[in-house]
């Protein structure tokens, strides 16, 4: 067990915050989608949050990116999204961060170093890649962290990136939640080997297996990573988490026992926190009250501001369009 006494309290309090705000907000989210006010699809993070806060919480955004899959609600909010700005996008309106037109799964945040949310399993892979090779090319100090499921590791582009990110030397660090499983199924049923991290060595990369429900392993993890990165060394680490919800919001998650899932959350990554601080009189249960009821009123302002805000015009079916 880590020793809490060694950070400082208001990191601390900070990450639990963020962690509290992320579930809360998805717990508004879900509601709204359960009362069709969201359309499409809706990937919560609930169980996750230490995953994306714990790894963020190490970069300096104003040099590092972050790139994620489409369960990216917890990766934006982490970033410094505004709740209000993600909750509207999630309602597809125009004052959403990507203007209502991306929907949960393509938040996006050009200054805040956010660069998506990719609804494609494994696509963001090689653009992490491309944005770290910038970095290296124009001698620049980030780092990029590239989240993405297990379900991402079985395709090519991951394989292919390992091995160029090596030998270009790029700064990236591959972070893999392992939520157990993909869309329906165990990633044990489909995965020659149960733990990621030593695909690293196939690519002469360190690789590394945490606890991902523990916070302050993920924060030391990812810490001592990005020394490794920029000094030439990508890294591949597995996060071993547990999504509480289904696949998607529509998706009652009828392939796994409920004893399993109870199983997992008793060691809540919230509530491992909590519960350290409380141990070590760094919170009081008071104090962990007031978070809660200022992220429930959070996510409940975010979603009147998505309710009161404007549809895209018609025009915005023609702007930022690539060609
Ligand atoms: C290339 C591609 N194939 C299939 C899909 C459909 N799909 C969406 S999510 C998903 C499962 C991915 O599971 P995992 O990577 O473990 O991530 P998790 O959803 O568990 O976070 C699949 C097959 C897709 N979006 N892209």
């Known amino acids: 067990m880590i020793d809490i006494k060694k950070y400082d309290k208001e990191l601390l309090m900070d990450m639990l915050e963020k962690m509290v705000l992320i579930r809360r907000f998805e717990e508004k989210a879900a509601q709204s989608y359960g009362l069709r006010k969201i359309g499409g699809f809706l990937h919560l993070y609930i169980g996750e949050e230490a995953v994306a806060v714990g790894a963020i919480q190490n970069l300096n955004l104003s040099k590092d990116y972050v790139l994620t899959t ?12 505004t709740p209000n700005s993600l909750m509207a996008e999630l309602y597809g309106k125009i004052t959403g961060c990507s203007k209502g037109k991306g929907g949960s799964m393509h938040f996006f945040d050009e200054k805040k170093h956010f660069y998506g949310g990719n609804g494609i399993v494994g696509a963001h892979i090689p653009i992490a890649a491309g944005v770290g090779l910038k970095i ?37 660090i591959f972070i893999c939640e392992n939520n157990q499983y993909g869309m329906g199924t165990d990633f044990k049923r489909v995965s020659s ?8 060595g196939s690519y002469g990369m360190y690789g590394e297996q945490v606890n991902g429900m ?18 030439g060394i990508p890294v591949l680490l597995e996060a071993k988490t547990y999504r509480y919800k289904g ?44 978070i809660d009821i200022k992220c429930k009123k959070i996510a409940k302002e975010a979603a009147d501001y998505a309710e009161k805000s404007d549809e895209p015009d018609l025009n915005e079916l023609y702007t930022d369009i690539l060609i």
């Open 70 to 81: 489409y369960r990216d609600h917890g990766h934006a909010l982490a970033c410094g999204l």
């Open 136 to 172: 290296k090319y124009l001698k620049e100090d980030g780092v990029v962290l590239c989240f993405f499921g297990d379900g991402a590791i079985h395709q090519g582009s991951f394989h292919e990136t390992l091995n160029m990110t090596k030998i270009w030397e790029i700064p990236v």
């Open 193 to 200: 080997i149960q733990d990621f991290s030593i695909m690293a």
């Open 247 to 290: 696949h998607s919001a529509s998706d009652p998650a009828k392939y796994r026992s409920k004893d399993e899932l109870e199983k997992y959350k008793s060691q809540d990554p919230i509530l491992i926190l909590k519960n350290e601080m409380i141990k070590n009189n760094l919170l009081k249960e008071e104090e962990f009250e007031d």
């Open 214 to 231: 523990n916070i302050l392993e993920v924060y030391d993890t990812v810490k001592k990573s990005i020394e490794k990165a920029k000094n």
